[in-house]
T-cell receptor, first 115, second 110 residues
Framework: DSGVTQTPKHLITATGQRVTLRCSPRSGDLSVYWYQQSLDQGLQFLIQYYNGEERAKGNILERFSAQQFPDLHSELNLSSLELGDSALYFC??????????????FGSGTRLTVV | GQNIDQPTEMTATEGAIVQINCTYQTSGFNGLFWYQQHAGEAPTFLSYNVLDGLEEKGRFSSFLSRSKGYSYLLLKELQMKDSASYLCAVRRYNTDKLIFGTGTRLQVFP
């Protein structure tokens, strides 16, 4: 167990629907990152939150949104789903930046299948 | 922008040594990470280089040359369980965001 918890592990939904993916970071970590990994693709950075505030944004679609709550858990909302959104979605967490940063700890991911 | 290149696939024999290369082009480089990812599972941290040179950790070592924009991951005494994808990721100054390469899928044969 990495300490980063993602739910659900698997999700199957229809095109046009909306889903919410949840992530609880490792205890003590203030940053949460979301990545998308499609079949045979690398990890694509979506968005980072730090202590409740958005800190960095990648190529996240307008149909996708995220937030980090006061208890530091984060949710990634995916709406108007398309077949191409089928992927593994990973959450990762880290300590604060600067000299304390030594990479991420990843959750086990949510496998989203859009049918 | 950033560009990270790794070979797509490599094969090796159990007990052998394999070197996985990663080249990158980025401004404000501030560290390079290697992660291991088994199919369908979460990436797990292997190594971190921010200064030039070799970092050794058991059977795994990682090397960095900042002037050449080059790193490699060296795996010794290969085991079947080392069959996985190996991801190279770069960090820039003033950000904790990691940009990942597409990964190198390593297959170890008996």
């Amino acid at each position: 167990d990495s300490g980063v918890t993602q739910t659900p592990k698997h999700l199957i939904t229809a095109t046009g629907q909306r889903v919410t993916l949840r992530c609880s970071p490792r205890s003590g970590d203030l940053s949460v990152y979301w990545y998308q990994q499609s079949l045979d693709q690398g990890l694509q950075f979506l968005i980072q939150y730090y202590n409740g505030e958005e800190r960095a944004k990648g190529n996240i679609l307008e149909r996708f949104s995220a937030q980090q709550f006061p208890d530091l858990h984060s949710e990634l909302n995916l709406s108007s789903l398309e077949l191409g959104d089928s992927a593994l979605y990973f959450c990762a967490s880290s300590v604060d930046g600067g000299t304390g940063f030594n990479g991420y700890t990843f959750g086990s991911g949510t496998r989203l299948t859009v049918v | 922008g950033q560009n990270i290149d790794q070979p797509t696939e490599m094969t090796a024999t159990e007990g052998a040594i394999v070197q996985i290369n990663c080249t990158y082009q980025t401004s404000g480089f501030n560290g390079l990470f290697w992660y291991q990812q088994h199919a369908g599972e979460a990436p797990t941290f292997l190594s971190y280089n921010v200064l030039d040179g070799l970092e050794e950790k058991g059977r795994f070592s990682s090397f960095l040359s900042r002037s050449k924009g080059y790193s490699y991951l060296l795996l010794k005494e290969l085991q079947m369980k080392d069959s996985a994808s190996y991801l190279c990721a770069v960090r820039r100054y003033n950000t904790d965001k990691l940009i990942f390469g597409t990964g190198t899928r390593l297959q170890v044969f008996p």
